[in-house]
């Protein structure tokens, strides 16, 4: 009998212990003080509000069952804006969630040290950033994001929520660097909409989606972000709304509409774009690189649907400011209401002489390696007045 009450203290006391909590705090210092106490399961509330000036290190560890979850009191009624010089939210543990803030007219600087920064992942794996708004948003530097997902971390995503009418900058990152390289991330069910040309001289930097930076020296590093039912709308940053620079990714079932850009294989290989809708707009899918599989698209009323270029470089071993398309697959690929369905060979001989730093991307100027042995089978054409073009 004292064995069954004895066990029966311990049950109670294991789960008095492993309950959860639920923080609510108003303040950056409340925020900083509850950290150190929180374990899987705890709950933190922003309460409802505007706030400025916020620099947060989050080291959260919940698990897959019992997740930390930091969130608005109420969606859409805690709102960031103001000058921001440091990263509001750095999260640097695991399955941590944050949900439903605004960060709404927040001006990032750029600073020598550290660069203003909405939300970091740094190095974290299944931590997630959903609901969340952010909206005229402006950036102070040339190629800085909202949102990054750096280090070596795995498995993070970003989901359901919205970037709107964002300023001069891109939206979400995933950096790639010679020592790190974030795996399995899912860029999921977020809308990007109302972005106007970047005012930077050379015209970029104004990426929705950008995963990988260097197409030379990184591009063959293997990512292998998911891409999946987002929405880009008047998306007009750049001439790239998605811009790939690694290699096995994946951008699958998404919706382009009235866009001044294109998705665009700019460095890496063997990455899968497939089931994807443009509708409208200056552009559809432009390729660079070797064994892209392109597949099951639907590409309505663009000039041109669809490019395989030219470059400086063929394959996975030779160098080069841009890598001819090779050993592709298009396949399946619906097509209507184009001058040029499929382009093979586009900015045939072009010089890039003083257009790039040599030193930095080594590499010839000229882009004169024509697209070779790629495959092209079973797409459909309507209302195209050159379904395939070779040049």
């Known amino acids: 009998m004292k064995k069954l009450a004895l066990s029966l203290f311990v049950l109670f006391l294991l789960a008095q212990t492993s309950k959860a909590t639920t923080y609510t705090l108003k303040s950056e210092e409340e925020f900083k003080t509850i950290l150190p106490k929180i374990v899987p399961g705890d709950r933190i509330i922003i309460a409802n509000g505007n706030y400025t000036n916020w620099a947060l290190e989050i080291p959260t560890k919940g698990t897959k069952a019992k997740p930390v979850l930091i969130m608005a009191e109420t969606p859409g009624k805690v709102v960031f804006s103001g000058e921001v010089n440091q990263t509001l939210f750095k999260f640097t543990g695991s399955f941590t969630t944050l949900s439903g803030i605004t960060f709404n007219a927040c001006t990032l600087l750029k600073a020598k040290d550290a660069n203003g920064l909405l939300v970091e992942f740094n190095t974290t794996s299944n931590c997630r950033l959903t609901d969340c708004r952010f909206t005229a948003n402006v950036v102070k530097g040339q190629f800085m994001p909202l949102v990054i997902i750096s280090g070596n971390g795995t498995a993070n995503q970003v989901d359901g929520c919205t970037f709107n ?16 390289c974030p795996q399995l991330t899912l860029i999921e069910n977020n809308v990007f909409t109302a972005k106007h040309k970047v005012s930077w001289a050379n015209g970029n930097g104004g990426e929705c989606v950008q995963i990988g930076q260097d197409p030379i020296l990184l591009g063959t590093k293997e990512a292998n972000t998911l891409v999946r039912s987002n929405r880009f709308i008047h998306c007009d940053g750049e001439n790239e709304v998605i ?36 509708e409208g707009g200056t552009g559809g899918i432009r390729i660079n690189g070797t064994g892209h599989i392109v597949k099951n698209n639907k590409i309505n009323n663009i000039k041109t649907a669809i490019r395989l270029m030219y470059g400086m470089a063929k394959g996975k071993e030779e160098t080069g400011f841009y890598i001819a398309a090779s050993n592709c697959t298009l396949t399946n690929n619906q097509i209507s209401n184009a001058n040029t369905g499929i382009l093979v060979g586009d900015s045939k001989n072009a010089d890039w ?32 007045k050159n379904p395939v073009v070779t040049q």
């Open 243 to 278: 811009s790939n620079k690694s290699s096995r990714n994946s951008y699958v079932k998404n919706y382009f509409e009235a866009n001044d850009g294109e998705l665009v294989m700019r460095g890496g290989h063997d990455c899968i774009i497939a089931d994807n809708v443009f």
């Open 353 to 384: 002489t003083g257009k790039f730093d040599t030193k930095r991307y080594p590499s010839r100027v000229m882009q004169d390696v024509a697209p070779f042995a790629n495959q092209i089978s079973g797409n459909t054409f309507s209302t195209t």
């Open 165 to 180: 009418a964002n300023v001069d900058n891109q939206d979400v990152q995933v950096k790639i660097t010679k020592d790190s």
